[in-house]
């Protein structure tokens, strides 16, 4: 999700995100836009490739680490990379 470089009095939109077809929600959006002055706006679309490039993004930013798994006694366990 990288945002492209834009005008700084009109956020991005990030490749890809190409808003609603409802042009309502573009309108709200863009409302919020011009009061919250985002650094890009990035429409999700709740694809496969989407979820494994936020999954991705996370774990190199550290954002997203390992889940710990619990032992059949309940108890958690090392994360599987570190055992």
């Known amino acids: 999700m990288n945002a ?10 990030a490749p890809g995100s190409e808003g609603s ?3 309502a929600l573009n309108a709200w959006v863009a409302q919020v836009a011009a009061l919250t002055q985002p650094d890009a706006i990035v429409w ?31 108890q958690l366990a090392a994360p599987l990379a570190s055992r």
């Open 4 to 13: 492209i470089s834009h005008d700084v009095s009109k956020p991005a939109i």
């Open 21 to 23: 077809k409802l042009a």
């Open 44 to 74: 999700c679309d709740g694809s496969d490739a989407e979820n494994a490039a936020l999954i991705k993004q996370m774990q190199a930013d550290g954002t997203l680490g390992q889940a710990q798994r619990a032992d059949p006694s309940g």
